[in-house]
């Protein structure tokens, strides 16, 4: 347990009873809210796919070749920076 997570239960230990209660409902609530499910997720991801708009021919790009171009691109920078690339 980190010296954080010691710490807030210590300070939750000195609260009132109803506060101790008002405050886990609030945590839990949190924690579900922020939970989501692979199916959700993946309606998510979809949605955001479609937004990508096709080229000129109508491909529509692929999450991987999103992820490669954004890697040519930092390699280019990263060698323009150490002077190999004009």
């Known amino acids: 347990m980190s010296a954080?997570?010691?710490?807030?239960?210590?300070?939750?230990?000195?609260?009132?009873?109803?506060?101790?209660?008002?405050l886990l409902s609030t945590l839990q609530a949190e924690v579900a809210s922020s939970q989501i499910s692979v199916e959700?997720?993946?309606?998510?991801a979809e949605k955001v796919r479609i937004r990508l708009r096709p080229d000129a021919s109508g491909h529509a790009p692929t999450a991987s070749e999103l992820v490669n171009e954004?890697?040519?691109?930092?390699?280019a920078?990263?060698?323009?920076?150490?002077?190999?690339?004009?």
């Open 70 to 75: 954004a890697r040519e691109e930092r390699d």
């Open 77 to 86: 920078d990263i060698l323009f920076g150490m002077g190999f690339v004009n």
């Open 40 to 44: 959700t997720w993946l309606e998510e």
């Open 4 to 22: 954080l997570e010691k710490e807030i239960i210590e300070k939750f230990r000195q609260l009132a009873p109803e506060n101790r209660a008002r």
